[in-house]
């Protein structure tokens, strides 16, 4: 991505503005590829004492917090050790009080990761309470929380909730989680500027102070740190951005068709990827970005823009900070935002400045391998269509039964001929069948281009997912104007996806 690091300075630029700086004395925002930062941009003083923001300031990060709570959580799952989908109180004795409807509740560790346990949005009350002691919280959990939604139905964001998962790795461990998550996630990964407290650092050490404005940036007050207590696995860890840059990287690569399974698997890596709970937004949260869809996963917010397919965030806020990572699983771009003033607003320049960057690089939604037999199949039916008028269906295959039964030979035939009256009839010279494919929606399925006379057609198979997969559907219709996609048919993400051919091909 060569163009990357000039379009990441632009984007830098254009939305770290006047307007923007002044809501914090100090911030640092990033743009990441696979784990490098490749452009950063600084501004102001972190202790507002004479000494310029670096790049490895060290900030607050919140509820970012929750990404690697949730990963620990997952790798004892891995080990057997936790079981998500067992009551809560298996765990932590004080939670199997909690009720709803006035009746006992079922909480899991599933339904607690996922913000979706029935626990009411708790984040003014969490972030003052962060540091209180486990016996006060015990004590809190242990009187019988009340339940706002039924278990396992809605969304409602609860730090209370999270801080049980962190009890239940105590339990199993017999350690602080702080400890856990250092020892199963931070250490492992080198993530050595990622720590739980301020006074982990060693004197002297280029740490963000937090700050409050009132007034819209006209003047700060000092905001001392929250502690970090009972709650602090939520919300109390502190980071750099090339620390984030690395997090990031591995946890995006989950998605790659070599990622390793190091540290924790890939397959549990995707798993905090994937939304288990929907998300209504409320209005303006996902700022200007059009989404088909949002959902928590574990530890982690999942975006499906309808440009850029999956984009995967959290944001932190605490008073004094303001923090927000997100990246692009598909390209391995990503971006860090800290700032240290909680009306900083790092979420807003973190969304745009993502959305700036994979715009500026075009890039690809995501990037998709179809099978051997979905590319020999559609193949097949491209010489059909280009050798003359008269389709020979039936050696289009190996056809599933109900291809020629849901539209018969001869339909088919009709249709296609209507379409060339439009079109006319295929060009004799042709650009290579690789260089005509335009999509595909997954491995089964595959679209590509017949350059007419006076048109152009678009094709599409789709195979059935067998051992020997089989040809399940063909469609053959007139381009619209774009010549991409089918006269009348919806602008989706998948017109975005990159298309790898297998090995060879």
């Known amino acids: 991505m060569t163009d990357l690091p000039g379009v990441a300075v632009e984007a830098l630029a254009a939305r770290l503005d006047a307007a ?13 590829w696979q784990g490098e930062v490749v452009a950063v941009r600084t501004h102001g003083e972190p202790r507002r004492d004479g000494s310029a923001t670096a790049a490895g300031t060290v900030f607050r990060i919140a509820s970012m917090s929750k990404s690697f709570l949730a990963a620990t959580a997952l790798s004892l799952r891995d080990e057997g050790l936790l079981d998500l989908h067992a009551p809560i109180g298996q765990y932590v004795p004080e939670a199997a009080a909690a009720t709803y409807d006035g009746r006992p509740a079922r909480i899991t560790l599933d339904t607690l990761l996922s913000n979706r346990s029935g626990l009411a949005e708790d984040n003014p009350w ?16 242990g009187d019988g929380l009340r339940l706002s939604a039924t278990p396992a139905t809605a969304y409602q964001y609860s730090n209370v909730g999270q801080s049980l998962a962190g009890r239940a790795i105590e339990t199993v461990t017999g350690r602080p989680v702080e400890d856990v998550v250092r020892e199963r996630m931070l250490d492992p990964l080198g993530l050595a500027d990622t720590r739980a407290s301020a006074d982990l650092y060693p004197a002297g050490a280029d740490l ?29 860890l502190f980071s750099t951005v090339s620390d984030i840059a690395l997090w990031m990287r591995f946890l995006g690569s989950a998605f790659a068709p070599d990622a390793e399974d190091a540290v924790l698997s890939a397959a549990s890596r995707r798993e905090l990827q994937v939304a288990h709970t929907l998300i209504t937004p409320a209005v303006g949260q996902f700022g200007e970005r059009e989404l088909d869809g949002a959902g928590y996963g574990y ?13 995967v965030q959290h944001a932190g806020g605490l008073p004094g900070f303001s923090s927000h990572m997100r990246w692009h699983p598909a390209t391995g771009i990503g971006v860090v935002v800290f700032g240290n003033s909680d009306q900083f607003g790092a979420g807003r320049v973190a969304g745009g400045l993502l959305h700036d960057v994979l715009g500026g690089i075009d890039a690809p939604a995501a990037v998709v391998r179809p ?23 039936d050696q289009a295959g190996p056809l599933a039964r109900n291809v020629l039964r849901d539209v018969p030979a001869d339909v088919r035939t009709r249709r296609l001929l209507a379409a060339l009256t439009e079109t006319g009839d295929p060009l004799a010279v042709a650009v290579p069948f690789e260089g005509r494919i335009v999509s595909a929606t997954d491995a089964s399925a595959l679209r590509w281009t017949v350059p007419c006379r006076s048109g152009t057609l678009i094709c599409d198979v789709r195979m059935v997912g067998l051992h020997d997969p089989i040809v399940q559907s063909i469609d053959v219709r007139v381009s619209d104007e774009t010549g991409r996609r089918p006269r009348d048919e919806t602008p989706s993400v998948t017109d975005h996806h990159r298309v790898v051919l297998p090995s060879g091909r």
């Not at 969490?126 to 959990?141: P, W």
């Open 20 to 32: 923007t700086l002044r809501r914090s004395p100090a911030s640092v925002a990033a743009v990441t």
């Open 126 to 141: 969490g972030d003052e309470h962060l540091g209180e002691s486990r016996e006060f919280v015990g004590a809190l959990v």
């Open 208 to 236: 963000a102070h937090g700050f409050r404005t009132f007034d819209d940036g006209d003047s700060f007050v000092p905001e001392p740190f929250v502690g970090t207590g009972a709650l602090g696995c939520i919300g109390s």
């Open 299 to 311: 530890g982690l917010v999942v975006e499906h823009d309808r440009r850029f397919g999956r984009v």
């Open 371 to 393: 099978w051997p037999q979905t590319v020999a199949a559609a193949r097949r039916v491209d010489e059909l269509l280009r050798s003359g008028r008269a389709v020979a269906w």
